[in-house]
């Protein structure tokens, strides 16, 4: 089915889901305007420049931008009474034990109120990440009272986002299914209008509500199986003698979870979530499964299996610090080098990231700490600014130089191929600790390095 016609969109908060949607919808044909209330990426975004890493981006950005399919903007109000849907992605923090949905309600109450001087149609969808009822009742109530309007009047609907950072654009081009939640037929067709014919993939019509769930599902889910390889990881190391990796791969092949194709093992992605490593971060896990599980506990019942999926995750990088600091005797005065302070490899995001327990924790007992990342330095020097005991640089080499141990927590490619023999001729003592379990032990303990692992003794 081909497009007849762009639909007029507005994205509400362009950070990482906002930018990456605006781009991709424009380069589907649809003419956007991307607000924000910053100014600052307002601009960049004007001046081809893309604000965030995330690689494909800057080249889709510029192409839609120089050819008028996008443009940004901090004037909510004109481009809401200029287009046909409004897209929320909007941050949706953690708040006081739960979550956050001010900037949610601030958004709706925007739209609302230019909603108030607009007679055409005009569907407001929630793409931000919303604990269940949010979109049919505080967004819905929002904009009734401050539209004037009925629901009906204006459409609705919930359209949760799956994208991963590192591989957002790939993601989103190539969706494998796309969730919409809509209010009446109306909210959904309109809605449909923006992804029908252009992605392929299925589209799973749902009520509001489900749509919200479907999403915190998800990531509970995949955060559950992290945690879960992490919680066998430890049972690994009190006994010695197992290791996690061999177990994991083992267990991986059955074919329920690793099914062949024409003789060929598919090995889903879904296999990469269990696998044990220093913890999850980022700017959805922790905070999506902290919001399902005090959403669960607000209405009555008490999540146990995803709390404690938390629970692990947050003792996951101590574990490993504690087995480093037993090896090294103590941390006061040792050089500690941190490979990667991203979440992820592909990214410059650092919430939430291992890293920042990992660096706090050795500050914390005096360590002298030497950081380094190709690209995330500059966020994290926001959250942990550079001193005398943390030194930033991209320069694995420099971290490296007379280190008394080094930590893998990002397994950026470059860090994975740094040869054993660097280490040894690098450190003063090569004590490489692998964050991920994604180092070769044998060719490092050939080198003369010695190696620590999550899930192995
Ligand atoms: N980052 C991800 O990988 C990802 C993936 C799927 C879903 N999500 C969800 O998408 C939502 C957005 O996440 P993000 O990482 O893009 O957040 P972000 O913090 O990167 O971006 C939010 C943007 O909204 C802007 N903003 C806030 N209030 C505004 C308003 N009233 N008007 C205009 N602009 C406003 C902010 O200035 C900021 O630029 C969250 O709910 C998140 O959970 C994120």
């Not at 897209?87 to 739960?98: E, H, K, N």
């Not at 500050?363 to 001193?387: H, R």
Request: glycine share 8%.
């Amino acid at each position: 089915m081909e497009l007849l016609h762009g639909v007029k969109i507005t994205i509400v908060g362009t950070g990482y889901v906002g930018l990456v949607t605006g781009v991709c919808l424009a380069a589907k044909g649809h003419q956007v305007t991307c607000v924000d209330k910053n100014l600052d990426i307002v601009e960049r975004i004007n001046q081809l420049q893309t604000p965030i890493y995330e690689p494909g981006l800057p080249e889709l950005l510029r192409q839609v931008v120089v050819s008028g399919s996008l443009v940004a903007t901090n004037d909510l109000r004109s481009s809401v009474l200029t287009s046909e849907v409004s897209i929320i992605t909007v941050g949706t923090p953690s708040g006081d034990g739960g979550i956050d949905l001010s900037y949610i309600e601030d958004s709706a109450r925007e739209i609302g109120t230019a909603l108030r001087d607009k007679s055409d149609y005009h569907i407001v969808c929630v793409k931000s990440t919303v604990v269940p009822t949010t979109t049919d009742t505080l967004v819905k109530n929002v904009l009734k009272a401050t539209s004037g309007k009925d629901p009906g009047e204006f459409g609705l609907a919930m359209n949760p986002e799956f994208l991963r950072e590192g591989k957002a654009v790939e993601d989103f081009m190539y969706p494998d299914r796309i969730v919409i939640g809509a209010l009446d037929n109306k909210s959904f067709a309109g809605m449909s209008k923006v992804y029908e014919g252009l992605f392929d993939a299925p589209i799973i019509k749902v009520n509001l509500r489900t749509a919200e769930m479907i999403k915190y599902t998800a990531n509970a889910l995949l955060a559950t199986l992290i945690s879960y390889s992490n919680e066998v990881a430890s049972i690994c190391e009190t006994t010695g003698g197992i290791d996690i990796k061999e177990v994991m791969t083992a267990v991986t092949l059955d074919k329920r979870f690793n099914p062949k194709i024409e003789g060929l093992l598919v090995n889903p992605e879904a296999n990469q979530y269990l696998q044990a490593g220093c913890g999850f971060g980022g700017s959805c896990f922790p905070k999506d499964v902290m919001a399902l599980v005090s959403f669960s506990t607000a209405k009555g019942y008490r999540p146990r299996i995803i709390e404690s999926t938390l629970r692990i995750n947050v003792e996951q990088p101590q574990r490993l610090l504690g087995r480093l600091e037993q090896l090294l005797g103590t941390f006061a005065n040792k050089k500690i080098a941190v490979l990667g302070l991203a979440f992820k490899p592909e990214t410059d995001d650092v919430r939430e990231s291992p890293s920042i327990a990992i660096i706090t924790s050795l500050l914390e007992k005096k360590a002298k700490v030497f950081a380094v990342d190709p690209v995330a330095a500059a966020n994290m020097k926001a959250i942990i600014p550079p001193s005398d005991s943390i030194i930033y640089t991209t320069d694995y080499r420099i971290a490296l130089h007379d280190a008394d141990a080094v930590i893998l927590v990002t397994s950026w490619s470059q860090f994975i191929k740094i040869p054993p023999e660097e280490y040894l001729c690098l450190m003063k003592n090569p004590l490489v600790v692998d964050g991920r379990r994604v180092l070769d032990k044998a060719s490092l303990e050939m080198a003369g390095c010695s190696y620590l692992g999550v899930g192995l003794v």
